[in-house]
């Protein structure tokens, strides 16, 4: 049996943590290389080899261009493609790679097999990054127990040295790629979220950037060189950025040097320096963590945190020791490693259930009539909560606009669930339903992210009402993976769903419900179709019969408020039966009573009539679409003068489509259609679907 681990997926670091059978307590799995954590950097060799981590990066220093870093970044981002070495790699791919190593290298370094593992994900992290996540584990192989926020990770870790008992504390995760910041109450027993914020594209990385530009800058003020346009040379500048950041977090100053095509510069960048160029950085950090306070419900301040715990090895700046102090008015909370503490804290949540009850393996020896589970140092009932408010896109009461319709508000309590009740008009053979998914609390739809497009079908038009009511169910798993179901409350079943891309223009949503519905009226296609039926003899019994079936089955994948139906029965003479109507009730009447019309014998029951000679006379003059499907089951006494009344028809903008059965001639139905492709001769099993077919074409 193997055992489940934590593993924390950084944006430039990541780490694998286990816990000790012996002691019940996390401890870090170390990297072959002897580390804690491990780059994450992957590269992709000319022989298609895989290298992760430290190789990886030193392939990336030399300035390999197959190496891809901070793809952290670009999680659930669909444009995102880098070519390593000929293989197109997306986001999910160089993760997969990325879990893969890590899992490989624990198992050689701890000798022990990994089943399972919990995940860490930013607490800010939206659904399509947390589909994302899951899809690189399954691509790995991984059997994954589930996501966990990177703040709720840390609070566990923090619980690990008995500390945290009756306090609120304020989470700082400071990240090489990534910010989140979450409110947390801590007891003996359980860690509660109270809520998070965050940006999933701030990190350490954007302070290197800072002093990379710095540096760039100091270079072409002494040379008039600009190496920024050297794309090998940047590499290297970006490298010494980050050794000069990480050097300040511990001195008052880091010095640079520089040599260039001949040039060399030596540079000093103080303490003073680097808080100036990266001032504003840590400005959007304390508007994130405003911005929590704000949203948490009562409303909290600074006086109310008992402490502040900093998780991210960019919290090692000596910056964010200031803020915080300056803030709080204390130092920071310790006891905890700022790079294992993710891991560690993954690690307590794979070994207990959502309890917080261990779920490791008994202790005792095979003599012990009862056993005990092996107690998780730190394991306690996790209450996390939403990051985002859930919503759709809605029209108001008064059709004049669009809003976002919250179902589950920012920082509710997970898992969660929420249905409102949906009205939709539909067209008389049933319809769709498109739902468009909404992270964020603002009230203008496209001031949040479309985090989907979710399309119900089947929903059925129950008593010609031309109205369905659908009850619309969101729910945020323990993962914080969104799903999204249905329930049409007229027939009680559930509604079928698929997922498509959102489209890039959703302008539509900046315009009024009325505004759409009026161009709708305007641009709707009309149009009448006339179903022709041969009522001649050979028809008697189950082609007439099938006639039916065949007919209403058409009308229903149609939608008879713009294509109106009208009926036509032909044999030695031709009777209009139903002038083209949108009268469904009528409509179905008349098909329904085809075999009584057809027992009247008034139509005759020979061939001697050309029916398509109305044709001109049938149509309305502003109906744009002009159809006349003719069923036959013989041949007609004069086909000369059916195919000259089909292409007189055709002059004036109507279409034909030849149906035939039984001893049709296949020949003529080409000849009196000028939908050709439509045109077959079929059995009766095939009837319905020849029909169908027709229908798919013109709605």
């Known amino acids: 049996m193997g055992i489940s681990v934590g593993i924390d997926l950084g944006t430039t670091y990541s780490a694998v943590a286990m816990i000790d059978k012996n002691t019940g ?14 780059p994450s950097v992957v590269y992709v060799g000319d022989d298609d080899s895989i290298l992760i981590g430290q190789e990886a990066k030193d392939q990336q220093e030399f300035g390999s261009e197959n190496t891809a870093a901070f793809f952290k970044r670009s999680m659930g981002d669909p444009m995102f493609h880098i070519n390593l070495h000929g293989h197109d790699c997306t986001a999910v791919t160089l993760s997969a790679m990325m879990l893969k190593g890590l899992v490989e290298q624990a198992e050689e370094v701890s000798g022990e097999h ?28 991984l059997n994954v127990l589930g996501l966990l926020n990177e703040p709720t990770a840390a609070a566990f870790a923090y619980g690990l040295n008995g500390k945290g008992v009756h306090q609120t504390v304020l989470i700082y995760d400071l990240g090489g790629g990534t910010f989140d ?17 965050g940006d ?29 346009e050297d794309t090998n040379e ?6 010494l950025a980050e050794r000069a950041k990480k050097r300040l977090s511990q001195a008052a100053h880091a010095d640079i040097t520089v040599s260039y095509n001949g040039d060399h510069g030596k540079y000093r960048i103080t303490r003073e320096i680097f808080d100036d160029i990266t001032n504003y950085r840590l400005k959007s950090t304390s508007d994130i963590v405003d911005r929590l306070f704000a949203s948490v419900t009562p409303r909290i301040t600074w006086q109310d945190i008992d402490g502040v715990v900093l998780v991210g090895g960019s919290t090692r700046m000596a910056q964010v020791h200031d803020y915080v102090e300056r803030m709080s008015g204390k130092p920071p909370l310790g006891g905890i490693n700022v790079d294992e503490a993710v891991a560690l804290g993954a690690a307590i949540r794979a070994n207990q259930n959502s309890n917080g009850i261990s779920s490791l393996p008994m202790l005792g020896g095979s003599t012990s009539s009862k056993k005990a589970p092996l107690p998780v140092i730190g394991s306690k ?55 468009y998914l ?30 369905a009511h659908m009850d619309v169910t969101y729910s945020y798993d323990d993962n914080g993976v969104i799903q999204i179901s249905a329930i049409q409350k007229e027939t009680g079943r559930s509604l079928v769903m698929h997922r498509e891309p959102v489209p890039e223009d959703m302008d539509w949503v900046y315009k009024s419900p009325n505004e759409i519905a009026k161009e709708a009226k305007k641009n709707a296609v009309s149009g009448e179709v006339y179903l022709f039926i041969d ?46 109507s949108n009268d469904l009730q009528k409509i179905r009447y008349h098909i329904n009573k085809i075999k009584q019309y057809f027992d009247e014998g008034k139509c005759g029951y020979g061939n001697e009539n050309n029916p398509l000679s109305i044709l001109p006379d049938l149509y309305s003059n502003n109906s744009q679409i002009k159809l006349a499907i003719i069923l036959t089951d013989g041949v007609w006494d004069y086909e000369n003068q059916a195919i000259y009344s089909a292409e007189r028809a055709w002059s004036i903008n109507s279409d034909t489509v030849g149906i035939g059965i039984g001893s049709a001639n296949e020949d003529f139905l080409q000849k009196i259609s000028s939908m050709r492709e439509l045109s077959q001769l079929t059995d009766l099993s095939g009837l319905s679907e020849s029909f169908s077919n027709i229908a798919r074409a013109i709605s």
């Open 25 to 38: 307590r996390a401890r870090i799995i170390p990297n072959k290389d002897g580390n804690s954590v491990t």
């Open 114 to 141: 990994i089943d399972s593992a919990y995940i860490t994900v930013p607490a800010y992290f939206k659904n399509s990054e947390r589909e994302a996540t899951l899809a690189a584990a399954k691509r790995a192989k």
């Open 181 to 197: 910041v979450t409110l947390a109450k801590i007891d003996e027993d359980e860690i509660r979220i109270l809520g998070s914020d």
């Open 200 to 228: 999933h594209k701030l990190g350490g990385k954007d302070w290197d950037t800072a002093v990379t530009q710095w540096i760039i800058e100091q270079f072409q003020q002494e040379f008039d060189v600009d190496i920024s």
């Open 234 to 239: 940047l590499s290297q500048i970006a490298v």
């Open 381 to 435: 009932k996790i209450t996390d909560a939403t990051a985002h408010a859930l919503g759709m896109i809605s029209e108001s009461k008064d059709g004049r606009e669009y809003f976002n319709n919250i179902l589950i508000p920012k920082n509710s309590p997970i898992p969660a669930h929420n249905t409102k009740q949906v009205e939709l008009r539909i067209p008389s053979q049933g319809g769709t339903m498109e739902v």
């Open 438 to 467: 909404l992270q964020g609390g603002e009230h203008a739809p496209l001031d949040n992210e479309v985090a989907g497009k979710y399309v119900f079908t089947n929903i059925e038009n129950v008593n010609n009402s031309r109205l």
């Open 535 to 580: 009522m001649s003899g050979s028809m008697s019994g189950d082609p007439i019969k099938q006639t039916i079936v065949a007919a209403n089955d058409f009308i229903k994948q149609i939608d008879v408020t713009s294509l109106h139906v009208g009926l036509v029965g032909f044999g030695d003479r031709s009777i209009g039966y139903l002038k083209a």
